[in-house]
C-alpha cells in the first residue's frame, strides 16, 4: 500500500515470490471477508440519508507475457464513491480470474454460441479472441471518423471533447458497448469481460447498497453505457424519484496554469456577484450564480442532452459541465441549483489518484512508447488476478485504513470503524463473512 514493488518486497523481507503472492492473497481474502461483513448492513436495508455519489472509470494495464505479442492487456474498474465522506462503494474491474479462456472459446466454438446474436449468448459477457478482433478492425474505422477537434480556448476545448464523447458513441455498432484497442490484447490467464457488463453489474450493486437510502444522486462521467447501466437498475427509483443521474465533464488534463487561471476567474465572478448583492452568504451567491447558468442551457448530441456550465469550478476541477438525464420537472427552482452544484467527480477521482500513487502495480507508465505504441509499464503485474487483489484491498485500506486532513477514515462517517485500523490486525482478524 505503499508504493513498494515486489520484487523489493521480497529483497527487504527474504521472501520467495511466491510467498508474497500467497500473502498477497491471504490479505485479500481477509479484506474482502471484512467488507462483506461490515457492508452487509447495507444489503440488509440500513437506514441512510440522501446519497450523493460520484462514479467514474479507471484504466489499468498489465504487461505483456509473449514477447511475439507485445500488447499491454487494458483492463478497465469502474468506482463509486460518496461525495460527503469519501468512503469507496464498489471497485470493479473487468476481469474473473476464475474462468478459463481456452475452455471457453472451446465450448463457445461447440455450443454454437458464435452463430447466435450477442445478446443471446451463453457467453455474451466475455471478450472472445474471435470477437475482439473484429472489435478492433470496427473500432479503427469508428475513431477515424470522430477524432476530436483540437482549439486553444480553455473552455471549448471541454465542450468540443463532449461533443466527441457524443460522436464516438454514435458511431460504435452498440452504442452501449467499448470497442477494443489495436494496441491492447486479452489476458492469457483468466478471462476478460466486457465493459458494459461490469458497468450493469456495478450499478446493480449500488443498488442493493444504496436501497435504504431516501434519494441517491449519482454524479457520473459521460459515458453512454454509463447512462444504460444506470437506468436498467435505478429505473423504478427514477419513476418515484427517489434517484436521478448526471453526467459530469471535467478538464481532466488541464495544465497548471490554466487551474490557476479557471479558480481565479471563478473566485472573480463569486466576488463580484457578491458585490452586487451585499448582506448575502457565499452558499446563496453561489445558488445564484447556478441559476444564471440554467437560463443558458446548450444542447449537445443527438439525443439533445441540456449541457450547463458550473459557475464556480475549483483547482481540482478548473472547468466542468453538467447534464441532468433524469429531470422530469417536478423540482423547484432552488432545488434544481443546489443538485446542479453537488455535480462533481472529485470524490472518486481522488480514490483514483490515490490508488495510482501508492500502488506499485497500478503507476502509470515510466516509458516512452515504442514506434508501435506499445508500452512497457516497469512495476506493473504480469498477471490481472495480483492486479485485481491488489486494488480490492487498497479499496478496503483506503476506506478504513487511510486518514485524510481530518484525521479520520471514509468509514468513520459511517461508525462502523471508530478508529483507524492498521492492514496488518487483516491478516488474523475473525470475521464473519456476509
Sequence with gaps: MNKMPLNRIAEVTGLAPTSIYGKIA?????????????????????????????VDRQIHNA??????????????????ADLVSGYVFGF????NPSMDADAVEKEAATNGDLAEYEAYRQYARVWLSTGYAASIEASKTHRSKARKLKTAAFEEGLEQDITAEYAQSQAREDIEAEEADTD???????IQIKDQYTMHGHFHL??????GADKVRCYMDEDSGMRAAFLGSFAERVKQRAADAWFVSVMKDATVTQK????S??????????????????????LLLMKEEMANPKEIGEFGDVWLSHPVPNMSEPAKKMCWLTDLGVYDEDHRANLYL?????????????????????ERSIATASAARRTWYGYSAYSPENLTNVLEIFRVFYNYCKVGDDKQTPASAWDWSRRRLHLKTFCTLRVIPA
Excluded at 449500488?206 to 436501497?211: A, F, I, K, V
Excluded at 462533481?344 to 490508488?355: E, G, K, T
Design 26 to 54: 491471504l490479505i485479500h481474502r481477509q479484506c474482502m471477508a471484512f467488507a462483506g461483513y461490515r457492508e452487509g448492513q447495507l444489503v440488509q436495508g440500513m437506514a441512510l440519508p440522501s446519497m450523493y455519489i460520484a
Design 63 to 80: 504487461n505483456w507475457s509473449n514477447r511475439r505479442d507485445r500488447r499491454n492487456v487494458a483492463l478497465t474498474a469502474i468506482g463509486s
Design 92 to 95: 470493479n474491474l473487468n476481469f
Design 184 to 190: 491492447t490484447a486479452l489476458p492469457r490467464q483468466g
Design 206 to 211: 449500488l443498488t442493493t447498497l444504496q436501497q
Design 260 to 263: 490557476e487561471s479557471a479558480a
Design 265 to 286: 476567474k471563478s473566485k472573480a465572478r463569486s466576488a463580484e456577484a457578491s458585490a452586487a448583492n451585499p448582506g448575502l452568504p457565499l452558499k446563496a451567491v453561489k
Design 342 to 362: 453537488k455535480s462533481s467527480l472529485h470524490a472518486v477521482d481522488r480514490f483514483f489518484m490515490q490508488a495510482r500513487r501508492r500502488l506499485s502495480l497500478a
